[in-house]
């Protein structure tokens, strides 16, 4: 267990550019979440996978936002022609519920800062 | 929909003082509620979480929070505090199945200090 990985740990940006995350979930799980965490807030909750099926998301994830987890390993999260409103920290986290019992495992965070 | 309030965005407490950090809920169904600690630099860990058995629930590290549903209240506690415990903490609530992480509503967070 390596834990979740993100790629990569710190990004600024200029605004208008698009940007790419990345996140290497714990191995043997099939669940993978995308929250976004601004200064002085909790997570908020962007959008979830299921293997490779995308199965919510959230109201907050606009147009702009795409994610992928094409072969239901690795995710990416891209953000098209950025906005200074899109400053904030990018959290992945995956699970594999067992028997009922969902524990969410949290990596580092990307932070992402658009000038 | 489901919310929750954390009272007090920083909590200062000497080393070996008792932790309190509050947190009240608000949800039309039962909730299941969660309290995560983030340390500095690194993701978010469950301390602990509440899903409708024992209204006293432990946690890892000497934390328990107790579930009063009168009171729309799962304060997190610890009897003695130690510096390792400096960290933010995070209440969330969940109105899905209780094993499920999903729909997660954090609070604000609380930032707490350890004082030598």
């Known amino acids: 267990d390596t834990g979740v990985s993100q790629d990569p740990r710190h990004k600024i940006t200029k605004r208008g550019q698009n940007v790419t995350f990345r996140c290497d979930p714990i191995?043997?799980?099939?669940?993978l979440y995308w929250y976004r965490q601004t200064l002085g807030q909790g997570p908020e909750f962007l959008t979830y996978?299921?293997?490779?099926?995308?199965?919510?998301k959230s109201r907050l994830l606009s147009d702009r936002f795409s994610a992928e987890r094409p072969k239901g390993s690795f995710s990416t999260l891209e953000i098209q022609r950025t906005e200074q409103g899109d400053s904030a920290m990018y959290l992945c986290?995956?699970?594999?519920?067992?028997?009922?019992?969902?524990?969410?495992?949290f990596g580092s965070g990307t932070q992402l800062s658009v000038l | 929909a489901q919310s929750v309030t954390q009272l007090g965005s920083h909590v200062s407490v000497s080393e070996g003082a008792l932790v309190l950090l509050r947190c009240n809920y608000s949800?039309?169904?039962?909730?299941?509620l969660f309290w995560y600690v983030q340390y500095p630099n690194q993701g978010l860990q469950l301390l602990l979480k509440?899903?409708?058995?024992?209204?006293l629930v432990k946690g890892i590290n000497g934390f328990e929070a107790e579930f009063k549903k009168s009171e729309t209240s799962f304060h997190l506690t610890k009897p003695s505090a130690h510096m390792s415990d400096a960290a933010e903490y995070f209440c969330?609530?969940?109105?899905?199945?209780?094993?499920?992480?999903?729909?997660?509503?954090f609070g604000s967070g609380t930032q707490l200090t350890v004082l030598p």
């Open positions: 986290a995956s699970s594999f519920p067992d028997r009922g019992n969902e524990k969410l495992f």
């Open positions: 191995s043997e799980h099939n669940r």
């Open positions: 996978f299921q293997n490779e099926a995308q199965l919510e």
């Open positions: 949800s039309s169904v039962p909730p299941y």
């Open positions: 509440y899903t409708s058995a024992a209204t």
């Open positions: 969330a609530v969940s109105v899905a199945s209780p094993g499920s992480a999903r729909q997660l509503t």
